[in-house]
């Protein structure tokens, strides 16, 4: 393993890497296509994954890259030792419709935990990640500041959930606590949200591959909040066919 600081560089300048690239394909002909899972995938998508594998290949030489546009391709389980979980664009239906939601998220995953995650958001120039020595960070276009989930308001939870997942089993168990307040929001900014102490709890129900979460799990858990299945347990990495179960990311409890 590089030293801490060395990865989080490589990492962070893979994922502004990828942002120029996809940015500079929105402007263009996105040719989406679908995949064999009937998922969507444009050139943005291929172009974000080049600059992320260039990138990291060239400054993180030996561990292993697993993107959703190199998955299906990766035999039985996850490589030996730590490895890089990328999804280099998360969020592509909205991308396509002219959603801003969309993100760039990598994730290092080191004894089936997400130990560090960076994840951008282009549009914006939104860029949230875990510093070398166990931050949750944030910076837009600013100094970096260091961010914190917050603990229960006394006032009720104020819930974040996906635009096309609101109701059914989310509502069903948002019922069980006192909610103040829901935001709707896409790819793995709910989990920033919950990061930078503006959301307590985004609950998922929905099937969900790993390069989605770990990112955001890794800062999440940087700043004091946790993702954990419905009854407690911890999510692991590295399961069959990179798919998640149902999950529940948290604030401080």
């Known amino acids: 393993m590089q030293d801490r600081a060395a990865l989080v560089a490589a990492m962070l300048e893979a994922t502004k890497l990828a942002g120029d690239r996809i940015l500079a394909v929105s402007a263009g002909a996105l040719n989406p296509e679908r ?3 009937e998922s969507p ?28 546009e ?4 990766i035999a039985v389980g996850p490589p ?3 490895y890089f979980l990328v999804d ?5 239906r909205g991308f396509i419709e002219g959603s801003d939601e969309y993100t760039v998220n990598i994730a290092l995953i080191e004894d089936g935990v997400p130990a560090l995650g960076t994840i951008l958001v282009p549009r914006w120039r939104e860029l949230t990640w875990v510093s070398a020595d166990g931050k949750a960070m944030t910076s837009r276009g600013a100094e970096p500041v260091v961010i914190e989930a917050r603990a ?8 974040v959930t996906s635009r096309t997942t609101a109701g059914g089993k989310t509502a069903a168990y948002l019922s069980r606590f006192t909610v103040s307040r829901r935001l709707l ?19 998922r129900f929905g099937q969900t591959h790993e390069w989605d979460i770990a990112a955001g799990d890794a800062i999440l858990r940087a700043a004091g909040g946790s993702v954990r299945t419905p009854d407690g347990a911890a999510m692991g990495y590295g399961k069959p ?3 998640n179960g149902a999950f529940v990311a948290r604030g401080r409890t």
Request: glycine letters at 8%.
């Open 35 to 37: 995949k064999s899972d």
């Open 185 to 203: 929001a896409s790819s793995s900014l709910k989990f920033c949200q919950i990061a930078n102490g503006h959301a307590d709890i985004y609950p």
């Open 152 to 159: 229960p308001p006394a006032d009720g939870l104020v819930a």
């Open 41 to 68: 995938v444009t050139a943005a998508d291929r172009a974000a994954d080049a600059a992320i594998t260039e990138i990291l290949a060239a400054k993180a030489p030996g561990i292993p890259i697993v993107s959703e």
């Open 241 to 243: 066919g990179w798919l």
């Open 70 to 73: 190199n998955a299906a391709s």
């Open 88 to 92: 280099p664009l998360d969020g592509t």
């Open 80 to 82: 030996p030792g730590p």
